[in-house]
């Protein structure tokens, strides 16, 4: 089974406008979401605008703060402690990456951390490694919920993840343990990758090297998820060889068109979830 992301995301965003619509006619108020852009690199450029387009879908007021390259880290700092001190505004994102001459840690840990809407936040974090409410990063959160929609109990399953970072790696981790799974994380210093991925009812490819998952890494009737996204040629592909794998697995995500969707719509939830929370 291919995994259609952009179907279940456009169910999700479905969820998320009904109930802003309903809180709307209840409280006349809606969640807004302010996102900062710095820079012009077009990756991030194209990113930020489908989360405007998306957000002003589902009833979310967007706003995004632009900046050139050249800015300060300190003028971007009281740019957060603004939205951190305005009730107008439920979610802060800093779109990712940022120049040299921004401290990454710094803003990250000046964004209020019940308006982070990435779940950067150390506070976050440490909240989902303890196992209590916290916002979840958007791209693990919707890993999760693309898996979930193949099995609903994961207990008991082994789930092997390829990527340690902090962006999706070791949240991933985390959520996949909250559901009772045997959670091994796999690396670049890992000696045999292969073994360990053959182990795995539910693999997660989180490294962005191309086709680096091969057909005889996976276990038949395994579940597949491919968050990687590279360029080869004029082509978009995943971390999985996926015209190899897809006949051998249970479910698998393409890319593009799997994870990526589920990204933003989950952005869209936890920018929802902060308004409520607040």
């Known amino acids: 089974m291919i995994i259609d992301g952009k179907k279940e995301a ?11 619509e309903l809180i709307k006619s209840k409280t006349n108020k809606v969640p807004g979401l302010t ?35 050249e800015v300060t880290e300190q003028e971007v700092l009281k ?25 990454k840690e710094k803003i990250i840990n000046a964004i209020d951390p019940k308006k982070d809407v990435d779940g950067f ?15 979840v990063p958007c791209t693990p959160l919707g890993c999760l919920l693309l898996i979930k929609k193949i099995e609903s109990n994961l207990s008991g399953k ?8 902090n962006l999706n790696g070791k949240p991933m981790a985390q959520l996949l343990l909250k559901e009772n799974c045997t959670v ?29 998952v091969k057909g005889d890494w996976v276990k038949e009737n395994s579940i597949v998820i491919d968050v990687g996204i590279n360029k ?6 995943g971390d999985v060889e996926f015209d190899i794998v897809k006949d051998k697995v249970k479910a698998i995500t393409p890319v593009p068109g799997g994870v990526g969707p589920m990204t933003i719509a989950c952005l869209l939830k936890n920018t929802l979830e902060c308004f409520k929370d607040r």
């Open 158 to 165: 082994h789930a092997v993840i390829i990527g340690r970072s």
């Open 35 to 69: 996102v900062i852009l710095i820079g012009d690199f077009a990756p991030s450029q194209i990113y930020v605008k489908n989360k405007e387009k998306k957000s002003s879908e589902v009833g979310i007021k967007s706003e995004v703060v632009r900046y050139s390259k």
């Open 232 to 237: 080869v040629g004029d082509k978009i592909v």
């Open 184 to 212: 091994t994380i796999v690396h670049s210093k890992t000696k045999d990758l292969r073994t360990e991925c053959l182990k795995a009812d539910i693999l997660v490819a989180a490294v962005g090297v191309a086709n680096l």
């Open 79 to 103: 740019k957060i402690e603004l939205l951190n001190n305005d009730n107008n505004v439920s979610g802060i994102l800093v779109q990712l990456p940022l120049p040299a001459q921004i401290n």
């Open 10 to 20: 456009a169910i999700l965003r479905d969820e998320i406008k009904k109930e802003i």
């Open 121 to 135: 936040h150390p506070i976050n974090v440490g909240n989902l490694s303890s196992g209590y409410k916290s916002t």
